[in-house]
């Protein structure tokens, strides 16, 4: 069973288009991120949940709406698609109580034509 | 600037060899974490240390964490052809509530040769 699950795994569009990835995690974690790898494999935060609560908020864009319906899914949503939006974008979760560990979701690969 | 930067960018040693990878941080740290990222693949936890443990080991890990130094180091003995792989250390700053927000560095990428 996948821990941490991403789709699609590679998402190849337009300037200018609406895309939405989707993240899914059935460990029972709490908190859940979204991070931006780019070309030079550099990778930073974008967003966390906690429990369907919003509690980092990077400096991105705000073409990128990350939504989470519930504890176990975190979705981004990016609008108006841009070059620069070409990148590995993974899902991370992590459990509470002292828990430093995250695990990661395999990626998704996105390139803006 | 960022945190956690990595040297050397790029190792390539011959299998059996061991192979150390550095790590230099900023700000104060809560723990310092390494992470393997196989090509074109998710990133996989390895070893956690805290601010107050100077080693870690973890099979044929070594991890060493100097605070005074702003510094870690992750040994990898006897290295295998299979640890080929890019090596990420993450930060976890100290103090208020991080809800577990990590600071990568850009990550050495190793190549081990059979």
């Known amino acids: 069973d996948t821990a941490v699950s991403q789709t699609p795994k590679y998402l190849v569009t337009q300037m200018g288009n609406d895309k939405s990835i989707k993240c899914e995690q059935n460990l029972g974690h709490d908190t859940m991120y979204w991070y931006k790898q780019d070309s030079k494999k550099f990778l930073k935060i974008m967003f966390s949940y906690n429990n369907k609560e919003l509690i980092i908020n990077e400096t991105v864009p705000n073409r990128f709406s990350p939504k989470s319906p519930d504890k176990a899914h975190l979705n981004l949503h990016i609008n108006s698609l841009e070059l620069g939006d070409s990148a590995v974008y993974f899902c991370a979760s992590k459990s509470g109580g002292g828990q430093e560990t995250q695990y990661f979701g395999p990626g998704t690969r996105l390139l803006v034509l | 600037s960022q945190q956690g930067e990595e040297d050397p960018q790029a190792l390539s040693i011959q299998e059996g060899e061991n192979a150390t990878m550095n790590c230099s941080y900023k700000?104060?740290?809560?723990?310092l974490q390494w992470y393997r990222q196989n090509s074109g693949r998710g990133l996989v936890h390895l070893i956690l240390i805290r601010s107050n443990e100077r080693e870690k080991h973890s099979g044929r890990l070594r991890v060493t964490l100097d605070t005074s130094k702003k510094s870690s180091s992750l040994l990898i003995t006897a290295s295998r052809a299979a640890d080929t792989a890019s090596y990420f250390c993450?930060?976890?700053?100290?103090?208020?509530?991080?809800?577990?927000?990590?600071?990568f560095g850009q990550g050495t990428i190793l190549t081990v040769h059979p």
């Open positions: 993450a930060t976890a700053a100290a103090g208020g509530t991080s809800y577990g927000k990590l600071t």
């Open positions: 700000t104060s740290i809560n723990n």
